[in-house]
C-alpha cells in the first residue's frame, strides 16, 4: 500500500524558505510521477509541480518558477519541494501526491495517492 507523508511546514516570514518532505512507502517508485499541491483556506486544490521519478524531469507552474525547487533522494524514497523567497499568497496546506503515469498530471484527478498534507504560513 502506498503511504506518503509530508513534513516540514511551519511559519515562516515573507521572503524566507521552508523544505518540505515527503517520505514515501509501499512501492518502488522509480517508475511514478511525483506532485506537489496546495490548497489555501475556501479555494480550490492546485498543482503547484511535479517531478518524474526516474529521470529528475521537474515541471512548475509559472507563480513559483524559480522560486520552487522539486528533488527526490532515491536512496531515501523521499521527494522534496524546497520553497525559497516565499510570499503571503503561498500559504496553503501543501500536499505530494503519486502517480504512476509517466507524465506530470497537472490535475488532482491525475493522482491517486496523496500524503496527509502539511501546513506552510508566510507571515507579512
Known amino acids: 500500500q502506498v503511504q506518503l507523508v509530508e513534513s516540514g511546514g511551519g511559519l515562516v516570514q515573507t521572503g524566507g524558505s521552508l523544505r518540505l518532505s515527503c517520505a514515501a512507502s509501499?512501492?518502488?517508485?522509480?517508475?511514478?510521477?511525483m506532485g506537489w499541491f496546495r490548497q489555501a483556506p475556501g479555494k480550490e486544490r492546485e498543482f503547484v509541480g511535479g517531478?518524474?521519478?526516474?529521470?529528475?524531469?521537474?515541471y512548475y507552474v509559472d507563480s513559483v518558477k524559480g522560486r520552487f525547487a522539486i528533488s527526490r533522494d532515491n536512496a531515501k524514497n523521499t521527494v522534496y519541494l524546497q520553497m525559497n523567497s516565499l510570499k503571503p499568497e503561498d500559504t496553503a496546506v501543501y500536499y505530494c501526491?503519486?502517480?504512476?503515469?509517466?507524465?506530470?498530471?497537472?490535475?488532482?484527478?491525475?493522482?491517486?495517492?496523496w500524503g496527509q498534507g502539511t501546513q506552510v504560513t508566510v507571515s507579512s
Open positions: 501526491a503519486a502517480s504512476t503515469a509517466r507524465a506530470v498530471g497537472l490535475t488532482v484527478a491525475d493522482y491517486a495517492y
Open positions: 509501499g512501492r518502488t517508485f522509480s517508475s511514478y510521477t
Open positions: 517531478i518524474i521519478w526516474r529521470s529528475g524531469s521537474t
